[in-house]
C-alpha cells in the first residue's frame, strides 16, 4: 500500500471516528435539550396548576365571605323587619284587646280565663276584684254569687276606672291580674307570641 493509500485510510479512519463522535455528542445533546424542555415544560404545568389551585383557593374564599356577608346581611333585614313588626303589633294591641273587652263574647272569655287562674292559684275565702268599666251588671252579678257558694264568702266587686280593659283578682298579697296593664307587662313573651302571629297571618 502506497503512502497515499496509507494517509488516506488514516484520513477515513478519523474522519469516521470523527462522525462516531459527533453524532454521540449530538444525540446526548438533542437528548439533554429534550430533557430539559420536558422538565421546562412539567415546571410550567406545575405552575400553571399551582397558579390555577391558588385562583380557585381565593375564589372559593372569596364566595365563602361573600355569602357569609350575604348570609349576615339577611339575618340583620330579617331583625329589622322582626322589630318592626313587633312594633307594628305592640302600637296596635291595646286598642285590640280593649276592643276584645267592649265584645260581650270576647270579654266573657277574658273573664272565664281570669277566673280559672285565679281558682287555681288563690285561696279560698274573700276575693276581691276590680274590673274596668263596661262589664255588664247581670254578669259580675252571676259570677259574684257562683264565687261565693265556691269560696263560701262572697268576693268584693268593684269597677275601677283606671283599668282601661280586663280585671284582676286577689287574696291577701296575691293578686292574677288579668288587666290590659298586667297582659302587656312581660313584653318578651308577648314580643315573640305577637311576633308568631304576625308571621302566621301573612
Not at 136 to 145: G, I, K, Q
Request: some cysteine.
Amino acid at each position: 500500500m502506497t503512502l497515499a493509500a496509507r494517509e488516506q485510510a488514516l484520513l477515513e479512519l478519523v474522519e469516521a471516528d470523527r462522525g462516531l463522535r459527533c453524532a454521540t455528542i449530538m444525540r446526548e445533546a438533542q437528548a439533554s435539550a429534550a430533557a430539559s424542555v420536558a422538565t421546562a415544560h412539567a415546571e410550567a404545568r406545575a405552575r400553571v396548576c399551582r397558579a390555577f389551585a391558588e385562583e380557585r383557593q381565593l375564589r372559593a374564599a372569596r364566595l365563602a365571605a361573600a355569602a357569609a356577608k350575604l348570609q349576615t346581611h339577611r339575618r340583620l333585614h330579617e331583625q329589622r323587619r322582626a322589630a318592626a313588626l313587633v312594633a307594628t303589633g305592640w302600637r296596635a294591641l291595646p286598642e285590640a284587646l280593649c276592643e276584645r273587652w267592649r265584645q260581650p263574647r270576647t270579654q266573657q272569655a277574658w273573664v272565664d280565663s281570669v277566673i280559672a287562674a285565679a281558682r287555681t292559684t288563690l285561696p279560698r275565702g274573700g276575693w276581691r276584684i276590680a274590673h274596668a268599666p263596661g262589664w255588664a251588671d247581670a254578669e259580675r252579678l252571676v259570677l259574684a254569687r257562683a264565687l261565693e257558694a265556691e269560696l263560701g264568702a262572697a268576693p268584693q266587686v268593684h269597677c275601677d276606672d283606671s283599668i282601661r280593659a280586663g280585671l284582676k283578682v286577689a287574696q291577701g298579697r296575691i293578686v292574677i291580674d288579668g288587666t290590659l296593664e298586667g297582659l302587656l307587662a312581660d313584653r318578651s313573651e308577648i314580643g315573640a307570641g305577637l311576633l308568631q302571629h304576625l308571621e302566621q297571618a301573612r
